[in-house]
């Protein structure tokens, strides 16, 4: 049973809302992973947190805000988004060392988003 | 640059039938390679993953993988299909010697099977 926790599970925004993405996981790990996951596309990385402090950023746009208050909690913060910006959205977890060979990442139900 | 590549975009097999995917990586360093499974509507789960050491590992549900370096492959099996394995199947090879470590994902195989 994954130890990953998304909310909301499914999500409807027009173009001019603004609404947060939730992750949080129970794991103890200390990075988290933004995924966006679209039809027929492969699995895009956008963000990598460890120890809270941003270490990636796949050249998101900008209407796309991560946050991580803390090595449990990643949020995604969305505004003026595109239809485009429609997709299943991944958070994912793992006990990573920078430096050191990767982990296995454990991932989230995931977030639906449809953008009208 | 690293990629995985999964040549097979979709598979029918009928349940009871073995099962092979394929996948084939790139990678200049040793690599570190994962089988994720993911249902409809879900995020993925871990199947197995390779280090080193055996280079046939054994994983959850009933799959196994094998790590052949000669080949850059690591193709996913299992002897006997059951129907509740219909899914979507990713191979996976993990970067690193960076300032992030990540995984870097094939497209991924759409598993379906017949009764």
């Known amino acids: 049973e994954t130890g990953v926790t998304q909310t909301p599970r499914h999500l409807v925004m027009g173009m001019t809302n603004k609404k947060s993405l939730k992750c949080e996981q129970h794991?103890?790990?200390?990075?988290m992973y933004w995924y966006k996951q679209s039809a027929k596309k492969p699995l895009e990385l956008m963000f990598v947190?460890?120890?809270?402090?941003?270490?990636e950023n796949n050249s998101v746009p900008s209407r796309f805000s991560p946050e991580c208050p803390n090595s449990s909690h990643l949020f995604l913060h969305l505004h003026t988004l595109q239809p485009e910006d429609s997709a299943l959205y991944l958070c994912?977890?793992?006990?990573?060392?920078?430096?050191?060979?990767?982990?296995?990442?454990?991932f989230g139900p995931g977030t639906r988003l449809t953008v009208t | 640059a690293q990629s995985v590549t999964q040549p097979d975009i979709h598979i029918t097999v009928s349940e009871g039938a073995s099962l092979e995917l394929r996948c084939n990586y790139s990678?200049?360093?040793?690599?570190?390679l994962f089988w994720y499974v993911q249902s409809p509507g879900q995020g993925l789960q871990l199947l197995l993953k390779?280090?080193?050491?055996?280079?046939l590992v054994q994983g959850i549900k009933g799959f196994e993988a094998e790590f052949k370096r000669s080949q850059s492959s690591f193709n996913l099996r299992k002897p006997s299909v059951h129907w509740s394995d219909a899914a979507e199947y990713f191979c996976?090879?993990?970067?690193?010697?960076?300032?992030?470590?990540?995984?870097?994902f094939g497209t991924g195989t759409l598993l379906a099977v017949q009764p």
């Open positions: 390779y280090f080193s050491g055996d280079t």
């Open positions: 990678y200049g360093a040793t690599p570190y």
């Open positions: 994912a977890s793992s006990q990573d060392q920078v430096g050191v060979y990767p982990y296995e990442q454990y």
């Open positions: 996976a090879v993990g970067e690193y010697g960076g300032a992030t470590n990540k995984l870097i």
């Open positions: 947190y460890n120890f809270k402090e941003q270490t």
């Open positions: 794991l103890g790990h200390n990075a």
